[in-house]
T-cell receptor
């Protein structure tokens, strides 16, 4: 059974810092991995989708990498801003289960002005 | 604009009452999903549907029911058999179950038992 772990569970950093969020998964046989952002009381917004054949994806100040063999993905946020404060979740699509998706519990990020 | 619309945003349920959460999408997606999110927990799958008039139980289907009479609509009913229904409910859709495409989410509905 696929398991997804996100470390740290919470993170607070000053504005302007570069930071890395981690996501690890136990079964490397995946189709893709997706990073989401969730604001309080809101739905999930897709940030980046990395296919199993890809090493990384970039969107603006965000860069996500994937090392399938080691079961790890990182989300790098450059020059953090207070508006980046949210919970970040990763989800692994590995084909198991009813929907093939396994979600991590998220990293709650606070960017201090 | 294309997207997923959930309603109502907030809903209160009395003991023994059934309530229905609405989910409508105009993305022309075949697959639709209902998830439950509890504080500090990951998302858990309640039900999913890959095509009209077909749906399957997820990991925590007990106490819930769904229908898929139209491609764009996938309502979730929380029945009185669900003993702990207070949670945040998220509807999602995707082009196909085993595709490499993005899954999209609605804004969620809060259900509270009073």
């Amino acid at each position: 059974k696929q398991e997804v772990t996100q470390i740290p569970a919470a993170l607070s950093v000053p504005e302007g810092e570069n930071l890395v969020l981690n996501c690890s998964f136990t079964d490397s046989a995946i189709y893709n991995l997706q990073w989401f952002r969730q604001d309080p009381g809101k739905g999930l917004t897709s940030l980046l989708l990395i296919q199993s054949s890809q090493r990384e994806q970039t969107s603006g100040r965000l860069n996500a990498s994937l090392d399938k063999s080691s079961g790890r993905s990182t989300l790098y946020i450059a020059a953090s801003q207070p508006g980046d404060s949210a919970t970040y979740l990763c989800a692994v699509h590995s084909g198991g289960g009813a929907d093939g998706l396994t979600f991590g519990k998220g990293t709650h990020l606070i960017i201090q002005p | 604009d294309g997207g997923i619309t959930q309603s109502p945003k907030y809903l209160f349920r009395k003991e023994g009452q059934n309530v229905t959460l609405s989910c409508e999408q105009n993305l022309n997606h075949d697959a639709m999903y209902w998830y439950r999110q509890d504080p500090g927990q990951g998302l858990r799958l309640i039900y999913y549907s890959q095509i009209v008039n077909d749906f399957q139980k997820g990991d925590i289907a007990e106490g819930y029911s769904v229908s898929r009479e139209k491609k764009e609509s996938f309502p979730l009913t929380v029945t009185s058999a669900q003993k702990n229904p207070t949670a945040f409910y998220l509807c999602a859709s995707r082009i196909g179950r085993n595709s490499g495409n993005t899954i999209y989410f609605g804004e969620g509905s809060w259900l509270t038992v009073v």
